[in-house]
């Protein structure tokens, strides 16, 4: 059974950085297209950022240019780098495969605010 454990968020200043971690068991992450996704209160889970095993990473137009996705297959684990935070980045931050092929996990708190 696959299990994703995110983890690295918290509460960060508008303006701040933060690398959240998603490190995978169960099943390697080598040969999978990889994704980050978030979750405001109130609505949709939504595609962040995504990764392919060749390290080519796409972007939303939210987050472009700020936040940047990486992959270490070795660790079986994927970062998202956030920089440039705004308050309206405050979310649950959760990874997946892309498309979504797995169960969630419990996802990282992320909150901007001054």
């Known amino acids: 059974q696959v299990q994703l454990v995110e983890s690295g968020g918290g509460l960060v200043q508008p303006g701040g950085s933060l690398r959240v971690s998603c490190a995978t068991s169960g099943s390697r992450i080598s040969s999978k297209n990889m994704g980050w996704y978030r979750q405001a209160p109130g609505k949709q889970r939504e595609l962040v950022a995504r990764?392919?095993?060749?390290?080519?990473?796409v972007y939303s137009d939210y987050v472009k240019g700020r936040f940047a996705i990486s992959r270490d297959n070795a660790k079986n684990t994927v970062y998202l780098q956030m920089n440039s935070l705004k308050p309206e980045d405050s979310a649950v931050y959760y990874c997946?495969?892309?498309?979504?092929?797995?169960?969630w996990g419990q996802g990282t708190q992320v909150t901007v605010s001054s």
């Open positions: 990764i392919n095993p060749g390290g080519y990473a």
């Open positions: 997946n495969t892309f498309p979504i092929n797995w169960d």
